[in-house]
């Protein structure tokens, strides 16, 4: 299985902050890597694929880069309704689609 | 614009099987180079990818559970369903079905349902 570890778990911020969450493989993926946001008792929303693929409708503050094992998320300027938990997934092993544990970005 | 949603009992007993359907619309399911896939989300937890099924293909299990698992598409009601036998308490989740996103090796679930929770419980 390839792990997928973000960091931190958890995160405080400030509207208008810029932050960045990291994901990590435990093997290189190339860029065959995702990013999800999840509010509370909502279906997580596709943000970012193939590691800096911005999705049609999504704001351009939110950005991805990143290839192999190391990856990051960032959110400039951060508003309201960017506090959620975000997930990044890996789908170089298409047989075993796997996800990271998950950043929750609170309010400061 | 594709919508899925999911239904199915929300109480399942232990070592009962947990079934569920997702309907989809807005979209032929039998169409596009699309998978169709199912996610769960354990209380308070991260996501765990289930599996998914091509319109007229095998589907492909997380091996973690795909002794118990049963995943199969109609074409002609445009709907996904999934059966996991034997179930117990560690299998309450949200599960979620999902539309595969493909290209080259980029794998990524670019809709989803709402998601049903599902308890296991006697």
């Known amino acids: 299985d390839i792990q997928m570890t973000q960091s931190p778990s958890s995160l405080s911020a400030s509207v208008g902050d810029s932050v960045t969450i990291t994901c990590r493989a435990s093997?290189?993926?190339?860029?065959?890597l995702h990013w999800y946001q999840q509010k509370p008792g909502k279906a997580p929303k596709l943000l970012i694929y193939g590691a800096s693929s911005l999705q049609s409708g999504v704001p351009s503050r939110f950005s991805g880069s990143g290839s192999g094992t190391d990856f990051t998320l960032t959110i400039t300027s951060l508003q309201p309704e960017d506090f959620a938990t975000y997930y990044c997934q890996q789908s170089f092993n298409t047989l075993l689609l796997t996800f990271g544990g998950g950043t929750k970005v609170e309010i400061k | 614009q594709v919508q899925l949603q999911e239904s199915g009992p929300g109480l399942v007993k232990p070592s009962q099987t947990l079934s569920l359907t997702c309907t989809v619309s807005g979209g032929s399911i039998s169409s596009g180079a699309e998978y169709w896939s199912w996610i769960r989300q354990l209380p308070g937890k991260g996501l765990e990818w289930i599996g998914f099924?091509?319109?007229?293909?095998?589907?492909y299990y997380n091996p973690s559970l795909g002794s118990r698992l049963f995943i199969s598409i109609d074409t002609s009601k445009n709907q996904l369903s999934l059966r996991l036998s034997s179930v117990t308490a560690a299998d309450t989740a949200v599960y979620y079905c999902?539309?595969?996103?493909?290209?080259?090796?980029?794998?990524?679930?670019?809709?989803w349902g709402q998601g049903t929770l599902v308890t296991v419980s006697s």
């Open positions: 999902a539309r595969v996103k493909r290209g080259g090796g980029n794998y990524y679930f670019d809709y």
């Open positions: 099924i091509y319109r007229s293909g095998s589907p």
């Open positions: 093997q290189s993926i190339s860029t065959y």
